[in-house]
């Protein structure tokens, strides 16, 4: 094709100012674009805030007018692995009435740490007990989360000089400020006394836990509790400052390979909790049976728990159907409809709280612990699980796992594609908060 002098002209004259004419567009675009960006950004906060605002103002109009704590109770016998003897607990006054007694019959030491301690009757109870052991000479150290108890009265927090007292800091040091691996709350539950037994659980200290909740926590008496003591010691020692005196490290000569404790250290990005439930999973054959309080998986559980559905495995996930965290429960609603479509059962809690974070496997595998099934637990916090491979604590918990279900309705996929529309769209709305869960 031939062009005529013009013709060539206006070819090079286009091409020599091409580039110039497509930087003044793009000047002009790019205030357009970001206009849009930043309204669409507001609106969706702004909705958010919405959502978020009329969800709590109908848990709380819920938890005002409807009793909540009526629920199925057990008390399961005590089981041995080994030398170590095992005793499951799934109701608070049973659980703390052992752990007040063995406060009160230690001899030489007392370890306590917990996430919540609240100033009523029960947390008053818990608090005289350690004063009285220090009292006596026995050492006793404390260990709580300031952030989680920023609402109990500061005269509840303060303690004899006594006993030696940890309180896990609101904000990291100034220096670690822009470090992410210094914002995992201390999310666990442990008590060691004397060295011989130890606690550990979902159980917080307080007197609605006490019987208004349904948990889990597990007490080891035998040579395994000194995977509990090594535990509450190291996170002492990495975190104690100014007077707090350092505890001594001890080895064991005891190796029980049928319970394992594994802790989640985000200091030092050590997350092996979340590994722990992913192999369980795809080892997987005949039945998967889950308890979570908070149910927020990621990509990798999810597809675990959907891949051992389709192999044929009996997959069960008891969640409660409003917990204490109703944006929880929302954000968790996003995960209903692959889960019910992949052949997953869920069962909702009826009347109460379940604040148990527990799975059995196959008869043979079983974890109870401190960990949620969310970003928080398994990729955030300080946690703790105790992993099981024995078949008197799998049949234990199966039949916990039985007796919680009686109290459970099913959620079918049916009934959930017929929920109203404006809960579809509120889920919608509230998908980017997951990440923050």
Not at 128 to 133: I, K, N, P, T
Not at 265 to 274: A, S
Request: hydrophobic share 45%; charged share 25%; proline share 4%.
């Amino acid at each position: 094709m031939h062009l005529s002098a013009g013709g060539r002209a206006l070819s090079l004259f286009a091409i020599e100012n091409y580039p110039r004419f497509v930087d003044n567009q793009g000047m002009k675009l790019q205030p357009f674009v970001l206009r849009i960006l930043t309204r669409g950004l507001q609106t969706l906060l702004a909705l958010q805030v919405a959502v978020i605002a009329v969800l709590i103002a109908i848990d709380s109009w819920r938890k005002r007018y409807r009793d909540q704590g009526g629920f199925p109770r057990m008390r399961p016998p005590a089981t041995t692995i080994g030398a170590d003897q095992v005793q499951l607990y799934t109701y608070g006054e049973d659980l703390y009435t052992a752990m007040l007694d063995a406060i009160r019959n230690a001899e030489r030491e007392v370890l306590l740490e917990t996430f919540i301690w609240k100033d009523d009757r029960i947390g008053r109870q818990f608090k005289h007990e350690l004063e009285r052991a220090a009292e006596r000479g026995v050492d006793v150290y404390v260990i709580f989360d300031s952030f989680a108890n920023l609402v109990v009265p500061r005269s509840f927090k303060q303690f004899p000089s006594t006993l030696h007292v940890l309180k896990y800091r609101v904000f990291p040091p100034l220096w670690r400020l822009i470090d992410p691996r210094s914002y995992g709350r201390d999310h666990r539950k442990i008590l060691v006394v004397d060295g011989k037994t130890a606690f550990v659980g979902g159980y917080n200290i307080g007197a609605r836990y006490a019987t208004h909740w349904r948990d889990t926590h597990v007490r080891l008496t035998g040579p395994s509790v000194w995977d509990l003591e090594n535990a509450f010691i190291d996170f002492w020692n990495m975190h104690c400052e100014g007077t707090l005196p350092r505890l001594a490290e001890s080895g064991t000569r005891v190796w029980e390979a049928r319970i394992k404790v594994h802790r989640n250290i985000p200091l030092l990005l050590i997350f092996p909790i979340r590994a722990m439930y992913l192999e369980a999973i795809d080892r997987a054959q005949h039945h998967i049976y889950m308890t979570q309080a908070y149910f927020i998986p990621d990509k990798a559980i999810l597809r675990g728990l959907l891949a051992a559905a389709d192999r044929g495995v009996d997959v069960r996930i008891l969640l409660p159907e409003t917990s204490n965290h109703i944006v929880a429960d929302w954000l968790a609603r996003g995960f209903y409809s692959r889960l019910l479509a992949g052949g997953v059962k869920l069962l909702l809690y009826q009347n109460a709280m379940v604040h148990a974070k527990t799975a059995t496997i196959d008869g043979m595998w079983s974890t109870i612990g401190t960990a949620n099934i969310d970003r928080l637990s398994l990729a955030g916090n300080y946690e703790i699980n105790v992993e099981f491979y024995d078949e008197g604590v799998a049949k234990q918990m199966e039949h916990i796992f039985d007796n919680d279900s009686t109290n459970t309705r099913e959620l079918t996929l049916e009934e959930w594609r017929r929920r109203p529309l404006i809960a579809k769209f509120s889920e919608v709305v509230l998908l980017p908060l997951r990440p923050l869960l």
